[in-house]
Nanobody
Framework: QVQLVESGGGLVQAGGSLRLSCAAS????????MGWYRQAPGKQRELVAAITSGGITNYADSVKGRFTISRDNAKNTVYLQMNSLKPEDTAVYFC?????????????WGKGTLVTVSS
């Protein structure tokens, strides 16, 4: 069983910064893509940013230039540095990982961490 545990959410004023972390633990061979998604009240879950094991990144247009995704493969951890936060960034942020378990790739999700940006 693989677990993803997020941390770093909280309340911040507009223009502020937060750093989210997500650590994967359990028995697995490797982790391919790791990413962050978010879901605001009444809206669908959307991709925020993703990063491959080789460091290739992808961002939603709404966060480009403000958010930076990174990962530490040795620690099986992915980070999301969020700067210049806006009230519309308020959402529950979920960590996602494509994990190779023997010959199968399984999609895992964390339980989410709440980010609230006040105006």
């Amino acid at each position: 069983q693989v677990q993803l545990v997020e941390s770093g959410g909280g309340l911040v004023q507009a223009g502020g910064s937060l750093r989210l972390s997500c650590a994967a633990s359990g028995r697995f061979f490797s982790i391919n893509v790791m990413g962050w998604y978010r879901q605001a009240p009444g809206k669908q879950r959307e991709l925020v940013a993703a990063i491959t094991s080789g460091g290739i990144t992808n961002y939603a247009d709404s966060v480009k230039g403000r958010f930076t995704i990174s990962r530490d493969n040795a620690k099986n951890t992915v980070y999301l540095q969020m700067n210049s936060l806006k009230p519309e960034d308020t959402a529950v942020y979920f960590c996602n990982a494509d994990v190779r378990v023997i010959a199968t790739i399984i999609d895992y999700w964390g339980k989410g961490t709440l980010v609230t940006v006040s105006s």
